[in-house]
């Protein structure tokens, strides 16, 4: 079941956001970085997301999430890209099942979006460009003090 998350969920989307980090960016960037966004970081931040203004958040409890919002690279928004991705992670466990897609599609904005990734997961750019994204770009990104390859795909206006 997808829905909107309330704010007794923030504690399972920390956790399933601590679960799919480790099980995503372990070896795509430092360990460190991993660690350092617990499960305390996590809730802090969902805290605030949960009922911020302009996002729109989807949620299958226990399984994955997803996030858009208004587009914050000026770059794209140039382009026509005036929504932005800003999350869809799925538990290891479930991807495949189509959860994924689901996710994507309850979110999915009537305008063109992008969603930035970091470079190397593979699976995740199958994943966007067989829902119908394009490969744009792939540009080199500090944040937070790591610095990393990110790639960005854009998906049209429907």
């Known amino acids: 079941m997808i829905r909107k998350p309330r704010h007794e969920d923030i504690a399972d989307l920390a956790r399933i956001h601590v679960q799919a980090w480790r099980e995503t960016y372990r ?3 430092p360990e460190a ?3 350092r966004r617990d499960i305390g970081y996590r809730e802090r ?3 605030k997301l949960i009922d911020a203004p302009g996002l729109v958040t989807r949620y299958a409890p226990c399984v994955g999430f997803a996030q858009v919002g208004p587009q914050r690279d000026a770059d794209f928004a140039d ?3 005036t929504g932005e991705l800003y999350n869809l992670y799925v538990l ?3 991807q495949g099942t189509g959860i994924g897609r689901q996710l994507l599609d309850a979110v999915r904005p009537d305008t063109a979006f992008t969603a930035l990734m970091v470079s190397g997961n593979d699976r995740a750019g199958r994943f966007y460009i067989a ?4 490969f744009l770009d792939r540009r080199e990104v500090t944040e937070d003090g790591m610095t990393f390859m990110e790639d960005a795909y854009g998906w049209p206006a429907p």
């Open 79 to 81: 382009r026509g890209y």
């Open 92 to 94: 290891a466990a479930h």
């Open 45 to 47: 931040l969902w805290a």
């Open 131 to 134: 829902s119908g994204a394009t």
């Open 33 to 35: 970085e991993i660690t």
């Open 27 to 29: 070896g795509l960037i």
